[in-house]
């Protein structure tokens, strides 16, 4: 069953009750199941995207139409690993081939 984290303790928070704000947005009242931390707090659950059509649409909603991601999104930077901070990422190749030709010696 999905649950929300209490942003405080990490323990698991349950809805008491929830209003509608928009047809696709609606207003959580959660309440932290830590005893000791005892958080109440507000989320919103909200519709972001169609992965498929409606049968019966309301004309009056608009949702985009989107892909479902199985896994999280790579960062646009992230083309090729990162470089090592220091200036030592070509020693292990030359320690390397160093120790490789003193056992050949």
């Known amino acids: 069953m999905p649950a929300i984290a209490c942003p405080h303790c990490q323990s698991r928070s349950i809805v008491r009750n929830s209003c509608e704000v928009t047809p696709m947005v609606r ?4 309440t932290c199941e830590n005893i000791d931390c005892g958080h109440v707090f507000v989320a919103q659950l ?3 995207r169609t992965l498929r059509p409606a049968e019966q649409p309301n004309p009056t909603v608009r949702i985009p139409f989107g892909t479902w991601r199985s896994q999280p999104a790579t960062p646009a930077n992230d083309d090729s690993p990162p470089l090592p901070a220091n200036d030592d990422h070509g020693i292990g190749i030359a320690l390397a081939a ?7 010696t």
């Open 27 to 30: 207003e959580l009242r959660l």
């Open 46 to 48: 909200s519709v972001i």
């Open 98 to 104: 160093m120790l490789d030709a003193n056992m050949t």
